[in-house]
């Protein structure tokens, strides 16, 4: 049994959740007593890879795959798979992985689970933890099939430094032909997805008007932050559906979550609960999310988050 993780990339330099990612590819080897082989497409650079351990990674390097296409790149990981032995592949919970996920299910025969958040509690029969119900509940999950698929949740293994000298191999892959209709709206925009993003600064109706949203894209700058919105704000047309949060929206796992001028509706509330850190600032006291906060802000968001973006600024400026 050997182990096969594949990292997405952006820009042709790995995503952020790929140390999470080969972190967990890394301890499930170990645990397997196999080898954790990397597969990356038109990388540059492998150094940050080595940090966390892959024994071996396999390298293309293809114009023709410059463009994220679901159908090629599942193809191309079958391929790598079935020349180098591998049971078990492991991918990221971004949103180009959630495009591969069904197809690479469907090619290998095997069974996939999703939102994983932890290695297997047994390995006869293969059982892992992962979130359901739009994070607000943990099942636990077993695959019987030879081969096996796992996406792993954002933010919820963390990653372990393991520095290793892998051997790096030149993969040539035999790139198909693909008639997948695809359109990526997240990558529409040189900015960091929420899907992606560490940290997500969030706005509700209390912004009153999508031209005030020139704070909230200003904090998010600060912090490298992925910027999102309640329902009512991308049904009002105030911000485009991508940035949608909840439970009917995109559910969030961030180790920092900022919600300005939100309620708190339980179906936000839901789509948001896993996240590790959650700050409100709202006008209101009684206002749900307050409930749910790990800190909280009440004021007015108009002269609250200038401050903290100031006052954020200040700080990276001495500490950089």
């Keep these: 049994m050997s182990v096969l993780v594949y990292i997405e990339s952006k820009n042709n330099k790995p995503k952020k959740n790929s140390a999470e990612v080969i972190s967990y590819g890394k301890e499930l080897a170990n645990k397997l ?36 296409d679901a159908k090629r790149f599942a193809d191309i990981i079958f391929q790598a798979a079935n020349k180098f032995s591998i049971s078990h592949v492991i991918i990221g919970g971004g949103v180009d992985s959630k495009y591969l996920a069904p197809i690479l299910s469907v090619k290998f025969q095997a069974g996939y689970v999703s939102n994983v958040v932890d290695l297997p509690s047994t390995l006869e029969p293969f059982t892992v933890r992962r979130t359901s119900f739009s994070n607000k509940s943990f099942c636990d999950a077993s695959i019987v099939s030879d081969k096996k698929i796992i996406s792993l949740s954002n933010n919820s293994f963390g990653s372990l430094e393991n520095p290793s000298t892998p051997e790096i191999v030149d993969f040539k892959a035999n790139v198909i032909e693909s008639d997948l209709k695809q359109d990526s709206f997240d990558s529409a925009k ?48 105030w911000r485009p559906h991508s940035e949608h949060v909840g439970q009917t929206g995109k559910p969030v796992s961030t180790n920092l979550y900022i919600a300005i001028g939100i309620s708190g509706a339980i179906q936000h509330l839901a789509g948001v609960s896993s996240s590790k850190v959650k700050v409100v600032i709202n006008t209101d006291p009684e206002a749900p999310f307050f409930k749910a906060a790990d800190y909280g802000i009440v004021g007015d968001a108009f002269e609250v988050v200038p401050k903290l973006n100031e006052k954020l600024k200040a700080f990276k400026a001495e500490n950089n």
């Design 190 to 237: 040189d900015q960091i997805t929420i899907a992606d993003a560490d940290v997500v600064v969030s706005a509700g109706r209390g912004l009153k008007g999508p031209e005030n949203w020139g704070i909230i894209e200003d904090l998010a700058e600060t912090l490298g932050a992925a910027t999102a919105c309640s329902k009512p704000v991308s049904d009002l047309g």
């Design 33 to 68: 007593s196999s080898e954790l082989t990397v597969l990356t497409i038109n990388i540059d650079d492998s150094t940050e890879i080595n940090k966390y351990g892959p024994d071996k990674i396999l390298k293309i390097d293809d114009d023709s795959l410059n463009k994220f």
